[in-house]
């Protein structure tokens, strides 16, 4: 009854050598042996494992063949890490990871854990939304010393702008789908930071923290003249 | 050939004490000599009119018939106005009219005007749009003693929101039409102000200053103790 | 694993001085133990508490540990009010709250309960709709005597329109979401509110219940001339 | 070079048995000589012409090879009637068509001269709008005796749910594009319509007076017993 | 604790005399307690009920209080008759009610009880879809003699397109939900109807089966010359 | 108490000779017993049946009537063959369905096996997408010798364009609904497909792996000079 | 100033030996003389070129310095033919291009003149559109012969799904921008033909007759088992 | 008549220093004598001045005043260059400018000035859309050296993808208003490039060339180590 073995994913073997990123897993929706399958090739090829979206039921199974998988419930991401993964120089170069409110907080915190896991340095400062203005300005100082920042926001999304004027070094922007109404599941936040008037803002896709961490890494890697950090 | 006597509009006689305001003609799309009709209807009844979106060749027509229209090329407002107009009390209510930017001044003109004109004193607060926010914190002072603020912004609208944040009256969010790409015409920033996280926050329709002008005008006569200025 | 406290939400301490409004929990979707602690650590510091969007359990988990803890299944408010919240004066001032069905009346009593506990009086005039004419229009006289009117619809959401023709105050639309087909949401009665075509006429977000409840607070202070009720 | 004559369209010859209606042109976008062959063409096979949205040059041009071709500016109808378009019988049935603005008085004509021409009586009742409720409450004798109603509307497009809630035959709303900001070219009109809470409407595409006027005759043919008027 | 009872639903007593209708309940949604109390009010006043959307537990429910109340699977239309319900005299008026497939017979049913209920005659002509013309054109005869026609139909919603082209009576189109896809819940249905190049078709919202039974309805009494049925 | 039988669908008998291809069953939302009745009466009518989008649960009940019939779990197809089914002649012709990612497979395989349960032969190439562009240049070999393409891919769509570029025959593009964010339940990548600025590709419906197999059989038949296969 | 050699277009000089098309010009909004070189430079290459969407005074300019050059204002292509153009085998396949209305034609003809040019003979057969359902079913027999029908159609764009349930070969859907109101530019028919209940169908982009010829002309060369014709 | 004087403007004098970048004109739909004002005030500043979205005709106003004025027709850039705009260091570091086809070379020329303005190396990769791989994929090389690339593209905007598999360091994609039919003024290429699904891309606004010239100077900056380049 139709196909038993289901092995049509090939592995994107030159990634790393091409991009610098090893192979991530994007977890949500995808059934449980062909999970643990996954990583476990993963594992035996780059020694660790990195995936997103992944549920607390995700984790349990796959924790049962690897036991030393790491899940984060708030960010939602299930890896296993290898020694390297612990060792980061500390030349001072930085990320920041923004959001305007606390419910923010699980993208921003795909975010931050996809960056460090990469190898970059991340600082937090989460809950500086644009109605308590002088919340986001009493951290003027440290948002001007990262090498980049991500603004995590929802609702109207007017973080970003406030934000770029602030810094001289590039905001990428993440619309979360936070909200009810008109705000579409995210697409007024995604609108709001696309028009932002404020300069060196970037987007990405609604609640994707993975691509702000991974382009925040990239960019921490130029900064911090190490490309493969 | 068709209709020579196009009489359709019925004037709306007890429209002022119904609502406190006279009739105003929205003058975009009129023909010449139907709005001259209604200028000349209007002046008789009321002594003054009001006119909104008007080209400057509808006023140089206008002006044939009432020389005593005034125009004003910024806000596109054709008045006639009466002795009353320019008397008013002054108890130190006022309407704050901002801008995200300098594009933003023909709406926020059109507001200005029309509360003016309605008998409300403004004070007017350009160009301190967020991405240079310093700019509107260095306001802080007059918005928190305004009855309302009108916030006018085009592009990202944010603006509403940090003032939102800011003050303890009403602010009236205005979006504008300026912009380009995924502006949608003003829908971006109508969104954004919509999905507002701040508190205290309504909207009107994009480039809609006369109906900011007139809801900030009820809220001045309230806040003054005098429901018909 | 993980983040075992969570603690990035900063009090906002200085919110009431700057708008004359304290702090509000938005309940939807904050996990029991979160809440419970945000309930606490509010009411230790201003003596009440009020939130939105709350869910029975989320009520039954609160009143354990807050057993004053108050819960309204209509409006879905969660609140703990405070001696002060009880005495107001009562200069005749007074906030009309309509609907236009009986399925918006949960939108319309989130207005209506903020708005009392914030220190107004408020009428409630429910299922006027404008399909049955006669019934707004019976009700002609209290719209007029109100400070300002929140008008509740859904479907086409044409009440606004009609009230504010009637009245000389300031009339805030709330879309519902209440309707099916092409009503998207609530998207549908928004945009036939942005574009009345009656004067005084501003709009919150679909739904935005306790928006307007905040906002007609902020008129009803000013119309009885005591700016902090 | 290319295609001298161009043949393509077929005359529809079994229409008006099928339908009861003749065939129309669509003048908008139709170049000079063609349609001069089509009126020309219809004149000779049906004794009469009736045509929509034609520009004041293409009634030039049309008069020029047909003298007796009668335009309206206001609704933009070009035709050439027969002895037997000005014979109607009156058994006391009509149509009523309202319009909310003098702004979509255009659009009303074109539904009104269609019916007309279609062998209907139609009463006009414009300037209505729901914005001063008393002007279409005054009308609502009227407004009950029509075998239907034609409910004209841009902005808001309320009025069709006000009149759907007064009378007990059907009610034909027409979106208009009439509007700025957020009204999207009528968009947001129909979605009121689509939308409305009062029972007995169905709606047509924006602008569409001529669809509005065919249905209205298609019912007044049945509502005066005589199906073929 | 909060509204312990819900009276603010005010019956609408002239709407019989005002529209030849009586009131209707939509059941969906409403609470089992508040909906047995309004059916029993409405029996109680008209000697009939008549609701719809309903579910079969609101009916489970309903049936306990009024054993006689009837209720359709498929229509979802929860009832009570009166004596005179059966009673139709027949002219030989009657409406058509067709589907495009199978899946939109649930709104279609909604809409041919609906008419039946209020006392007109009935011919169901489903699953005659575009894509098998010949299945309509073989029904073109009993098409042409309905006093008016229902065309309910889902995806690309051609239907109404071809039997407008058919028929001298009005069509009245209904898009339904039914599809996926860029189907948009019938967006792209009522797009195509609104958009019909055919004559004579109006269009109400999507899936409102109850609101063309109703206006196919008010022309049935017109064409059978009987304004109450 | 309602309809007991449900008889309303009309075989379509003349199908396959008009079209060359049987009729075939959508499955999602038809009840069980309606179903098992509709793949009697195919059967027994063609001696095999074919049908979409069904769960395991359809499955269940069809097999307890219909022992030989056939699931599977990835393309949700349900079948019943007959023996000509398994007899293809092989002239070298061969369709070519491609995925982007792994997530695309299930839309995939409806299309393929809905191609081969029709008699084409069909050539798997999955996990191609354009972020890893080698992987779909190293099958450009296949994919210029397949008489047409099936391009099947969500979130950007590029797939299609990418293969567009390489083949002279023609390429269908599916796009699904697998993505977040703004990806709008496919429509984004609908959109991508629609405007690609490669040539020779035309689209289906969102998830449309059924219609795209229908097309690509149609192809195939003609390039294997074989009209019904 | 500026960029006074404009050298940036590389030839795609392998296309028509991977793709068996040449390169083709879509002359709109390019300058008069890039079109030139353009024009020129492929004429060196290919012996003759094809360009669509020319205005006439391009045709001018490019006529000037090519006097072969030939333009259609009908279809707006421009374009340098060759002997072999001319000279095609006729074995009886051919492609045929409908259309719903007249106004329908220029898109048609830049299909069929598409097809044409690259080898493929064409049957015309214009203004069949659905409301006038016998006019495409007197054609049903040629329609049925075609190896595949481009059906062209603005509005309600029900064209194809009426083609598709009468034939045996694809059905290439073309949505037109012709229209007005809630036809959005051609969107509500590229919805109704992509939302299609008929098999068989395919859509390409709005006016995009180009992109239906070249299709059609692939699936023309497979059916006449000549790849290259 | 009206306002004479229009000193809104407030320059923002601490940008410089907070943000390294100077202020920078929006040209398009700027009056002649205000536009000269803003250039000889901020040249008097900074002693060099950049605007975008310039016309030819704003250019010779500008020139009368500032005869050093040096303006490009196809990035539409009008500048007043100083001494140490033209001494760039050359450490290797640079950023690559690609485009999918000739249309979009104007926003990437925008984008390729603004950064060159800036200080950076720039490298132009023009017409290397997706549709012909091979052209992309022989620019592998200096695209992977890059520090970053912008890639601009309209229609389906696949070309972002495509790059964003191939390099390890930041794709700033920019979608333009290139396209027509369901392009959507570029909608649909931003969806596109916000779906990707290639990792290290981030999107700014439509035809936005100077926002992406901005952040890739940015990421330049950082990239060699010299923060105010």
Known sequence: MGHS????EELDTTRESRTGFPEVVFCEGKKDEYLVGIYKKLLEKDGKVFGTRAS????E????SIPEAEYDEVSRILKVV???NHKKKDDGTFIAVCTGGTADIPVAEEAAQTAEY??????????VGVSGIHRVLSKQSILQDACCVIAVAGME???????????RNPVIAVPTSIG????FGGMSALLTMINSCANGITVVNIDNGYGAGYVATQIYRLASGNESA
Do not use: H, N, P, T
Request: cysteine-free; aromatic content about 16%; proline content about 0%.
């Open 157 to 167: 999304g007017a973080l970003a702008s406030v934000i770029g004027g602030l810094v």
């Open 180 to 183: 009810y109404g008109a705000s």
């Open 5 to 8: 073995d289901f092995k049509y």
């Open 118 to 127: 990469f190898g970059a340095r991340v600082e937090r400062i989460y809950d």
């Open 82 to 84: 290898s020694a390297d």
């Open 61 to 64: 199974v796959v924790k049962k």
């Open 56 to 59: 607390i039921s995700q984790y």
